[in-house]
């Protein structure tokens, strides 16, 4: 027998139901912040997310799936979306069309990560990308519009941290002070750390291990570091936050996996998820398009929620909607089972959801529980005959009889 691939999974119903709200939610939501929907390949030439993400990084150094295609092409399946949407931002010419551009996307990345609770090598993310503006406005309208998301998917307790990460000005002179500073510490940091320290000390910041802890807290601050337009830019950004109430910890740690990050980053994290319990990352990347290059200035902002964490929080703090349906009907002989057909056939036609039974009226009566029915119809000879329907509402167990047409009145008022 085949099974699924370690660290992929099926997602089935009704787990799949609460996957399309989601979406549906973020879509919606996209839609009222003037965002429209970019889809990119699944797989791209690997050069691209060794500039785009950065060779030294986690997901470039040992986490992506790359193979050698038949022509001899080096391809990747996409570790984020990012890298592929700013390739697909130059290559179709979009900074020619005036104004920022207001992406979003949503589907697989593939990482091959250890497999653990709510991590998978195939997982979905739900992001978007702001590209050619570098206003601290759009960085505040982002941070709203995740928090928006989230928030109309049912999620309690979201907690946002922000950082700013500096810029080409400020930040070399805040790297050169971390790696001083690490010289004479780095013999106590992990191996991981140890190599960090020489080849990029921001990400030492970043190092998860309890043992570094005392000594990544002691490290300078880069907020002490930021340059003046890098320190007026995120006083800016925060003055928007709170002007819309958007409560948030500034916390100069957080640096975010990626190489490509400069000036605003931010995250959320939620309780029920313990310590490492990020839902959403994001941040600024304006050097990103020139990099991967672009011949103009594209300074850009985007975030990814990572799915999959997204609907395992909703589902264990029970803000899944459990499905549900309409109506349940359990015809009774042959002819019951011929009028059933249609008067469904009509009710769907009307937006209202139907199931049509076929057995014993225990079992049916039985499966209309199981479908989370909000109504039952029983449906024999006698019903037909006269044109009357015995509707019964599932919640308080109340019978009525009601003409067709007053049926279809009831169940569309519903909707
Ligand atoms: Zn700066
Ligand atoms: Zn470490």
């Known amino acids: ?46 050069a691209l997310f060794a500039r785009g993400v950065g060779e030294e990084t986690d997901i470039v150094s040992k986490e992506m799936y790359t193979w050698e295609d038949r022509d001899g092409t080096s391809l990747t399946l996409r570790p984020e979306n990012t890298a592929s949407v700013i390739r697909a931002y130059i290559e179709h010419r979009m900074d020619q069309i005036p104004g920022p551009k207001k992406l979003y996307y949503m589907g697989p990345m593939f990482r091959r990560e250890r497999p653990q609770k709510g991590r998978y090598r195939q997982f979905f993310q739900i992001g978007s990308e702001v590209i050619g503006s570098e206003s601290p406005a759009t960085d505040a309208e982002v941070i709203e519009m995740v928090v928006a998301i989230l ?25 050169a002070a971390l790696k001083e500073q690490l010289q004479s510490i780095k013999q106590h940091l992990c191996e991981n750390c140890q190599r960090r320290a020489e080849t990029n000390p921001l990400r030492v910041l970043d190092c998860k291990v309890p043992a570094d802890q005392p000594y990544v807290e002691k490290l300078p601050s880069i907020l002490d570091h930021l340059c003046q337009n890098c320190t007026n830019h995120f006083a800016t950004v925060r003055q928007f936050l709170d002007d ?56 850009g902002i985007g975030f990814s929620i990572g799915e999959d964490r997204l609907v395992m929080i909703l589902e264990e703090t029970g803000a899944a909607e459990p499905v549900s349906l309409d109506l349940y009907i359990a015809p009774m002989g042959d002819a019951a089972l011929r009028h ?19 057995g014993k009226l225990k079992r049916l009566m039985e499966l209309a529980n199981k479908a989370n029915a909000k109504h039952t119809l029983i449906l024999g000879d006698n019903e037909i005959t006269a044109g009357t329907y015995a509707l019964k509402n599932m919640t308080s167990g109340e019978q009525r009889s009601m003409t067709r047409s007053e049926l279809v009145d009831h169940l569309t008022a519903k909707n």
């Not at 085949?2 to 549906?24: M, Q």
């Not at 928030?151 to 790297?175: A, W, Y």
């Not at 000036?263 to 990103?288: C, K, N, P, W």
């Not at 057909?341 to 036609?349: M, N, T, V, Y």
């Open 244 to 299: 819309r109430q958007i409560g948030y910890e500034v916390r100069p740690r957080l640096v975010r996996g990626l190489d490509y990050y400069t000036r605003t980053t931010f995250e959320i994290v939620h309780g029920a998820l313990g310590a490492q319990s990020s839902v959403m990352g994001g941040g600024r990347y304006d050097g990103l398009a020139e990099s991967l290059g672009s011949k103009i200035s594209s300074p």
């Open 151 to 175: 928030t109309g998917c049912g999620v309690k307790d979201i907690h946002l941290i922000i950082n700013s990460v500096g810029c080409k000005e400020c930040r070399p002179g805040f790297n």
């Open 1 to 46: 027998m085949i099974h699924a691939i370690k660290g992929t999974r099926d997602i089935l119903p009704p787990s799949s139901t609460t996957w399309n709200r989601v979406e549906a939610v973020a879509r919606r939501i996209f839609a009222n912040y003037n965002y429209q929907e970019i889809r990119t390949p699944i797989f791209e030439e690997t």
């Open 340 to 358: 059933a057909g249609i008067l469904a056939r009509d009710l769907r036609l009307q937006q209202v959801s139907v199931e049509v039974g076929e």
